[in-house]
């Protein structure tokens, strides 16, 4: 309980710290997005995926366990604690309902438009940042998806986290030591959400970018040995604490079964081939990103180290799991901060 309050605790930290920042970059200000927060105990739980998320926070705040996931008093092992803990976080603090589990997920949902907006005006300039801010914070999709469906929103708002600083590394040499310690915190986090994915695809899509690149002798200055103790250190308590109850068996049914089983296996019935996540990516972002194909063009015919790094990530996250066995639409949702940046970069050059 101590390690997920100070969890908690870190992110708020680093929320206010964004929030903050992207007030004095110019970035929109909380009007802009005022409406993830309208009426959010509304409706009631109308989707079985958001349903875990609010009974399983609940039931370990009732009963004071916060190593052991249930839901309707069964073992819940799927995923790892993190999402459980930040909803717990708010219960404790707003009390238990579905308006505070939507609340968390609504906070998450702002700081992956900030992320968003600072990845912007990094690359591409001021009225870039306000775009691509913009362009998340209005998408149907993604309101949609930032009042009930709670893991792929902080998942993706972690992983939009870690690329803001290492894009930011990169632009100022002078903090490159600051924005890759927030990168791999932000991964750390991104890892205790979903899982290992969370480390194996940034590490892929950095490493096809130094090689294309022609930077490869770099990797020297990504500071990765100390990067992985800060993620095993943020990643490893709560699964010793599960391995003392529970031996291997617990740990062995997540990063096996759930992790490798879905890749390699289809789960639930499903008739989804490889065409699958193209009109996912040209959805997500409706009606912004009508405009992806020309920003992907131009981005490529750019030649820009920056806007290549967004391209190899949009291309890893679609073409890894285009192979997955199980597909699911949520899968590549975090390509959609970087999308935003592709398209808000050809919209403020025009």
Sequence with gaps: KLWGNGLLLAMGVLFTALLLRSIRSGLPTPNALILLFVDLGGSTIWDANEAFYVETPRQMVQQGDYVNPSFNGQPRWNKPVLSYWIVAGFYQVFGVSVTSERLAIAVGAVLLVLAAGVIGRTIAGA?????????????????LWSRRIFIDIYF?????????????????????????????????????????????????????ELVLSGRWRDV???MAPLGLVMVVAIVAPWYIAVYHQHGWDRIYEFFVKENVGRYTETVGYQSRNVTFYIPVLLTDLLPW?????????????????????LLIWVAVFVGVFTFSKTKQDLYIFPIVPAVAVLI????ADA
Excluded: C, H, N
Excluded at 292 to 304: E, F, G, K, S, V
Excluded at 344 to 347: D, I, K
């Design 156 to 208: 993706t708002s972690f992983l939009s986290v870690a690329l803001m600083a290492y894009v930011l590394a990169r632009a100022r040499p002078a903090q490159r030591g600051r924005w890759l310690v927030l990168m791999y915190v932000a991964m750390g986090l991104a890892v205790l959400t979903k899982g290992p994915v969370a480390l194996l695809l940034p590490g892929l899509i950095l490493a096809i």
């Design 220 to 222: 020297t200055t990504l």
């Design 289 to 309: 990103s009508l405009f992806l194909p020309a920003a992907a063009w131009a981005a490529w015919r750019a030649r820009r180290e920056d806007l290549r790094l």
């Design 344 to 347: 808000a970069s050809v919209l």
């Design 127 to 143: 009225d870039a940042g306000i775009v691509a801010a913009l362009a998340l914070a209005s998408a149907p999709r993604v309101m």
